[in-house]
Each structure stands twice: as C-alpha cells, then as structure tokens.
C-alpha cells in the first residue's frame, strides 16, 4: 500500500529554473494540501485542492502554482525558482475531517 | 505556525518518561495531533484527540488536552533510543477543517 508517493526525493536547481514537484495518493482521498518544512518553523501550508477541481491558497503561496490533475495527484509548481524556496517539499491529503496523511518528501536545493 | 507553540527541544533518558508540551490559541479547534518525524523521513501520525476529550491513551502514548488552558501534552512512557525524533503538535480549527496549524516541532535525545 503506497499510501502518498512525491517524486523527486531530491533535487537541485539553479535560480530562475522551473520545475514540477510531483504528488499521487492511492487511498481515494478527496483532499490534497502541499506544504514546505523550514527549520525551526514546522510545516507551512502553501495550497490545498479540498476536492478534484479546486484549489485555494494556503499561509504561504507566493512564487508557487499547483494543478490538481485528477483526484490522485496534486502537482506543485516553481515558475521561476529562488534561493528563499529552498526547502523540503511534503504533500499530503485525507479525507473529511480525518489525518493527514503524508508524503516523505522532497529536498529541494536552488543555488 | 504563531497559533501553535511547543519548546524545541528535550533530552530524556532511556527508560524514563518523556513529556512534551504544546499550547494552542484557538479555542474553537476540533482535533489536536502528534505526529513524529524521523531523519529524513515523512511525517508519521502517532496519536490525535477530538476537543471535546480530556485524555486519551495508546499503549506506551498518553495525551492530555487541557481546553481551559490551550495546553496539550503527549507523554511517552519508558522512552526507547527508537523514540529520538522530531515532534510536531498540530491543530484543525473549526472555522477551517482544510488548514492543518503546525508548532515548530520538538526535538527529542533519547540518552543510553
């Protein structure tokens, strides 16, 4: 049982280059959320898509994008990327009012 | 997140009791969660409480919610090297149940 798979696990990327973090949950959830992980900050939410076809801004969505494909995955994108978005990428998603449950993310490096 | 606070840190022995401590603003929040983070790793549900129950008990897990005072604790009995890990309290308002509030997370030492 995979529960929520992101690839990639780790990437890096020079500033001002784009790319696509990518999420699938196969426990038929209806909600997705995309959060980043700083140090000494806990977990910041950046968007959320409550069912297949929506999407919202979380606390911090500046210089992100996301889709929600279908209701398995929910992708995150950078534009144009930043050394400030450096950071670790997780995704999760649940049901109704139940836990979260999520991804083991992803290491993003921009230099 | 501001809404959620816990200390950064906590160094314990192995075999004592380990109690971690949180504090919340919103008073209106429906659950409260743990959830453990080892190296490298994802986020690991370990326990939740509805707001409207005073403790709740999981084998070597208690968790305590005081709701007068916004005071959550988790307290993991007879404390295993296995337990050192990054623990996050968490809270679903009631006005939002999409937005999931974290605390800066509690780093704990088990020493042998």
């Known amino acids: 049982n995979a529960g929520v798979t992101q690839t990639p696990k780790f990437q890096v990327l020079k500033t001002g280059q784009s790319m696509t973090l990518q999420c699938a949950q196969d426990m038929n959830h209806n909600s997705m959320y995309w959060y980043r992980q700083d140090p000494g900050m806990g977990l910041r939410l950046i968007y959320y898509?409550?069912?297949?076809?929506?999407?919202d801004k979380g606390e911090v969505p500046n210089g992100y994008n996301v889709s929600r494909l279908n209701k398995r995955e929910f992708s995150l994108r950078l534009e144009s990327a930043a050394p400030s978005q450096t950071s670790v990428y997780f995704c999760a998603s649940n049901r109704g009012n139940q836990p979260q449950h999520f991804g083991d993310g992803t290491r993003l490096s921009i230099l | 997140g501001e809404d959620v606070e816990q200390s950064l840190f906590l160094s314990v022995r192995e075999g004592d009791s380990s109690v971690i401590n949180c504090t919340y603003t919103d008073s209106s929040s429906t659950y409260l969660y743990w959830y453990k983070q080892e190296p490298g790793a994802g986020l690991q549900l370990l326990t939740y409480i509805f707001s409207n129950m005073d403790m709740k008990q999981d084998q070597r897990l208690t968790v305590l919610l005081n709701k007068k005072d916004k005071h959550l604790s988790l307290r993991i009995a007879d404390t295993q090297t296995g337990d050192s890990a990054i623990y996050f309290c968490?809270?679903?308002?009631?006005?939002?149940?999409?937005?999931?509030?974290f605390g800066a997370g509690t780093t704990v030492t088990v020493r042998a």
């Open positions: 968490a809270e679903t308002p009631r006005s939002n149940d999409y937005k999931l509030s």
């Open positions: 898509s409550a069912s297949e076809g929506t999407t």
